[in-house]
């Protein structure tokens, strides 16, 4: 389950910096003083919009596929996963007390689960897809050295 957007950055010689946005989330825009610092605070930034997106029930648009000179900025795997619940959630059209009955679970733990900023264990983000049609899928690719 690798879910990554890409990302433009473009050298600033005004302020001396990479800025960095995000076709698919407008609201995604920093920079850094150098590549690899503009890169991390993409990865921050766009935990932040996704994370304000759910939180705020908001549709969360599939990445782009990258085109020439993006980077791909992954998610981590906690908000992937995250991700992936609170998709299939909005695409089932219930609500959150629908999922809790679903669940055997109380709504406020329903909440949590549908919740970004909360640690949800991996077991019952599972539980959660499952009870919704889906299952999660994890997978992995070699990193680039520089990246280690």
Known sequence: MTIAYPMWLAWS??????????????EVLTAGSTKAEALEMAADALEVALAGRIEDEEDIPAPSKPQKREYLIALPAQLAAKLAVYRAWRAAG????????KLGIAEGEARRILNPRYGTKLDRLEAALAALGHQLL??????KRDAA
């Open 13 to 26: 010689k005004e302020d001396h910096a990479y800025h960095v946005r995000c076709r698919d989330l407008p």
């Open 94 to 101: 219930i609500s959150k007390v629908a999922l809790a009955k």
């Open 138 to 143: 994890i997978d992995s690719k070699p990193m």
